[in-house]
């Protein structure tokens, strides 16, 4: 199970930087047909009063024939747009940040599906087996059972012929072992959730910056010379901030099934006990009739 969750962890983390490669690769060719439009744009000469006025007319008459603009590729070139207008620069460091982000959400949600049994069931049918004496099968039971559940019931199973204090520290012990490996790499996504506003209030900063030297550069306060600073801004907060909201949603599943398993392990823990101790009294109880 271990390798299985370490090659997934790899596989998820490669897909993750070869769409993170894709989404720059795709954003350079846009940015630089931006530039060189803007440029031929304003380098075109200016028209007379006759071409504005055939112009106008050829709009009016594609309006009337019913001609549409085309569409503007739905939300993947949105969002492509959209991360071009905000600084790639910028933008890339909150893509990444929600990429790895999803990577460690997508390993734990894996590790813990698989961690889950249904402990109800399985505790009856290890507790039947140990009324009837049979240790060794009750612990290939555990042995072939995945989960967190079925390997501290091993644990205690394992010291069978120790006092009962003895078994419910060891217990206890591995319950520990078993809830830290449950909450491995969460810390990881709880940074990734803390950097990706961080990310986006930096891409604010830089963008009044940006807006303050253009001012001082031109010498005058133009609305389209604070536009263009102030949309870099606006931009990558709002992307900062969907990423930190789209991980905290996943953040919280995780940990819900974390408390259901953690839960399950404490009831399992407490019913394997009972059995053990009611158990180890039918023992004694024949030993002492021998």
């Given at each position: 199970?271990?390798?299985?969750?370490?090659?997934?962890?790899?596989?998820?983390?490669l897909?993750?930087?070869?769409?993170?490669?894709?989404?720059?690769?795709?954003?350079?060719p846009?940015?630089?047909?931006?530039?060189?439009?803007?440029?031929?744009?304003?380098?075109?000469?200016?028209?007379?009063?006759d071409?504005?006025?055939?112009t106008?007319?050829?709009?009016?008459?594609?309006?009337?024939?019913?001609?549409?603009?085309?569409?503007?590729?739905?939300?993947?070139?949105?969002?492509?747009?959209?991360?071009?207008?905000?600084?790639?620069?910028?933008?890339?460091?909150v893509?990444?940040?929600?990429?790895?982000?999803l990577?460690?959400?997508?390993?734990r949600?894996?590790y813990?599906s698989?961690?889950?049994?249904?402990?109800?069931?399985?505790?009856?049918?290890?507790?039947?087996?140990?009324?009837?004496?049979?240790?060794e099968g009750?612990?290939?039971?555990?042995r072939?059972?995945?989960?967190?559940?079925?390997?501290?019931?091993?644990?205690?199973?394992?010291?069978?012929d120790?006092?009962i204090?003895?078994?419910?520290?060891?217990?206890?012990?591995?319950?520990?072992?078993?809830?830290?490996?449950?909450?491995?790499?969460?810390?990881?996504?709880?940074?990734?959730?803390?950097?990706?506003?961080?990310l986006?209030?930096?891409?604010?900063?830089?963008?009044?910056?940006?807006?303050?030297?253009?001012?001082?550069?031109?010498?005058?306060i133009?609305?389209?010379?604070?536009?263009?600073g102030?949309?870099?801004?606006?931009?990558t907060?709002?992307?900062?901030?969907?990423?930190?909201?789209?991980?905290?949603?996943?953040?919280?599943?995780?940990?819900?099934?974390?408390?259901?398993?953690?839960?399950?392990?404490?009831?399992?823990?407490?019913?394997?006990?009972?059995?053990?101790?009611?158990?180890?009294?039918?023992?004694?109880?024949?030993n002492?009739?021998?």
């Amino acid at each position: 199970m271990r390798n299985f969750i370490n090659r997934t962890r790899m596989t998820v983390l490669l897909t993750a930087f070869l769409a993170v490669s894709s989404l720059f690769c795709a954003a350079a060719p846009a940015a630089n047909d931006t530039t060189a439009t803007s440029a031929t744009a304003a380098n075109a000469t200016p028209q007379t009063s006759d071409s504005i006025g055939d112009t106008s007319d050829s709009a009016n008459e594609a309006t009337d024939t019913g001609m549409q603009p085309e569409d503007d590729g739905g939300l993947h070139q949105v969002l492509k747009t959209k991360f071009i207008e905000g600084n790639a620069s910028f933008m890339s460091l909150v893509a990444i940040a929600l990429v790895l982000g999803l990577a460690f959400c997508i390993e734990r949600i894996i590790y813990l599906s698989l961690s889950e049994i249904n402990a109800k069931r399985f505790m009856e049918s290890l507790g039947e087996k140990i009324e009837k004496g049979d240790i060794e099968g009750a612990k290939t039971m555990c042995r072939d059972t995945r989960g967190p559940v079925a390997s501290i019931c091993y644990q205690g199973i394992a010291r069978v012929d120790t006092p009962i204090e003895d078994i419910e520290r060891s217990v206890a012990a591995y319950g520990s072992v078993q809830a830290a490996n449950m909450e491995r790499g969460c810390s990881w996504i709880t940074l990734f959730i803390a950097m990706a506003p961080s990310l986006g209030f930096l891409g604010t900063v830089i963008g009044m910056v940006m807006a303050f030297e253009q001012i001082q550069t031109a010498g005058d306060i133009n609305p389209s010379i604070v536009a263009a600073g102030m949309k870099v801004a606006l931009i990558t907060t709002i992307f900062g901030i969907i990423v930190a909201l789209i991980l905290q949603l996943f953040y919280n599943y995780i940990l819900s099934k974390i408390d259901h398993i953690t839960a399950q392990m404490e009831e399992s823990a407490i019913t394997l006990l009972d059995a053990l101790l009611k158990y180890k009294s039918n023992k004694t109880a024949q030993n002492e009739k021998d």
